[in-house]
């Protein structure tokens, strides 16, 4: 079963718009990591967050960490309709493991 | 593009024929996972290769197996296909530096295996 969990499952939003999706974990971790997937195909790392991190950017994405409250992030500001895709969080807790969530599909309007 | 490249694309087999599936890492990646994807599920681990030896396994059964060549190509086998094994397969190499301890991954883009 998944042990991430990401929340909303499904998000739609005109073009523009800020996107938040929000991942949670029940065990402690060594890093978190975003991936987004268009339409079933291969997944595209976004960003890596240690667990001693609380913050990263990249472009448009940033990422936040609460280590206490066992949750991160994912804001996409100004979405594009080339945003759509789903985006999944994974957590790894320093083995060889890597524990992936359901997923929040997001839809961007023009 | 990621330098992952996996094949076939698309797979059509019957329920207890046997499968194999091949990835190829990404150039100095001495470290490959494989995953199955069901339809509106995030990716699930099945194991992990590391300098050809299988580094770890998730909770699946015996049936599915592996191999990690010298030249860090990898194959899935998969055994007396079920109806369940109908999936997205990816596999996702990660460099030397991350020795395997869950640094980021580079995803293939997946072959589709349909079970009838």
């Known amino acids: 079963s998944q042990q991430g969990e990401e929340d909303p499952q499904a998000l739609s939003i005109q073009e523009g718009e800020n996107a938040t999706m929000n991942c949670s974990y029940k065990?402690?971790?060594?890093?978190l990591q975003w991936y987004r997937q268009n339409s079933g195909r291969g997944l595209v790392h976004l960003i890596l967050?240690?667990?001693?991190?609380r913050e990263k950017h990249s472009g448009r994405l940033r990422v936040t960490l609460d280590t206490s409250k066992k949750s991160s992030s994912l804001l996409i500001t100004a979405s594009r309709a080339a945003d759509t895709a789903s985006y999944f969080c994974?957590?790894?807790?320093?083995?060889?493991?890597?524990?992936f969530g359901a997923g929040t599909r997001l839809f961007v309007k023009a | 593009e990621t330098g992952v490249t996996q094949s076939p694309t698309h797979l059509i087999k019957t329920r207890g024929q046997q499968v194999t599936l091949r990835c190829s890492s990404q150039?100095?990646?001495?470290?490959v996972s494989w995953y199955q994807q069901a339809l509106g599920q995030g990716p699930q681990f099945i194991f992990q290769?590391?300098?050809?030896?299988?580094?770890g396994r998730g909770n699946f059964p015996p049936r599915f197996s592996g191999l990690q060549f010298p030249n860090y190509s990898s194959e899935l086998n998969v055994n007396a296909l079920e109806l369940d094994d109908s999936a997205l397969y990816l596999c996702?190499?990660?460099?030397?530096?991350?020795?395997?301890?869950?640094?980021?991954?580079?995803f293939g883009p997946g072959t589709r295996l349909t079970v009838l």
């Open positions: 290769y590391y300098r050809e030896e299988e580094n």
């Open positions: 994974a957590r790894n807790t320093g083995g060889f493991k890597t524990i």
């Open positions: 150039s100095g990646h001495n470290t």
């Open positions: 065990t402690s971790i060594n890093n």
């Open positions: 996702a190499s990660s460099p030397e530096i991350a020795g395997g301890k869950g640094d980021t991954q580079y």
């Open positions: 967050i240690r667990s001693n991190e």
